[in-house]
C-alpha cells in the first residue's frame, strides 16, 4: 500500500535528495548541512529563519510552504541546490542569480533558509540587489517586500487562487485580523504587515510605519471589555503570542493579504 503521509513523502524526497550525485550549483554551500536544515524544518517549520536579512517577506511564504505542502518544499530546495531555480505552482521560472549561488556561506542565517529566501527575494527585485555583506540600509531596501509581491507568492508558490488585500492604514483593523483568522481556520494563509517596533518588540518609534512581513496563526481573542487583543504569529524563526493593547495595535498593524 502507498504511504499518503505527507510528512512520509517529504522524508522520501530528502532522502532522494540525499542519494542524488547532481552536483549543487551553490558552491559556498554544505550539501549535507542543507539536507540536515531541511529536516529540521520538515519536522518544523518554525526553524525557517530570515537571521540577520530582511527576508521577513520570503520567511512568512516559505514557513506555509513547509508546513502545508512539505514535499513542494523539499522539491523547491533540491531544485534550487542542483540547478539554480525552481518552477512556481503557475509555472513560472524563478532562477537564482550566478551571484547568489557564489555567495559565501558567512552570511548570518541558515544555509538553506539563505539559498531559498535570497532567491525569491531576488525574483523581484529591479533595483538594489540581494547583498549580504551591504550596508543595512542597502539590505533593507532590498529587502522591502510590497503587499502585491506577498499575494503574487501566494498564488505561485503556494498555489491559493483567490488573493484579498485588507488595508488598514487608518481604520479596520480588528476587521482585518479577523478575517484573516476566518481563512487560516478555513485552511488559508493570512501575512500580516506591521510595525515590528511596537507590535513585537515593544520600542514604539515616534512615528508608526509598516516595517515587517509576519504569518498569522489560527489563535486570536479579542476582549473589548479590557481593551486587549491576543494572536498568535510566526516570525524570526518561531512562534510568537501576542497580548497587547487595542489602540497600540491599531497603531502597528497596516496591511493584511490572505489566500484561499
Known sequence: MVNSDPLTIAETAIAEFERSKVPGVWTGLNKQQIIAEMRSRLLNPFNINQ????????????????????????????NLFQIGGFHTQTNRWIPSPIYLQQSPVNVKIPQVDWMVLSTLRESENLIFSVDPNA????????GITKPWEIGGWTQEILGYQTIHYNYAYLFGDLEAIQKANQIVKSGGVAFALINDLGLLLNKPSVFSYPSHWVALLDELNIDYNKNMIEFN????????????????????????VTGI
Open 233 to 256: 504569529l510566526f516570525t524570526w524563526g518561531k512562534e510568537m503570542q501576542i497580548t497587547i493593547d487595542l489602540t497600540i495595535f491599531k497603531t502597528h498593524f497596516w496591511e493584511v
Open 51 to 78: 537571521g540577520s536579512q530582511p527576508f521577513c517577506g520570503p520567511a512568512a511564504i516559505i514557513f506555509e510552504l513547509a508546513r502545508k505542502q512539505p514535499t513542494a518544499y523539499i522539491q523547491l530546495c533540491r
Open 135 to 142: 550596508p543595512q540600509l542597502f539590505r533593507n531596501l532590498a
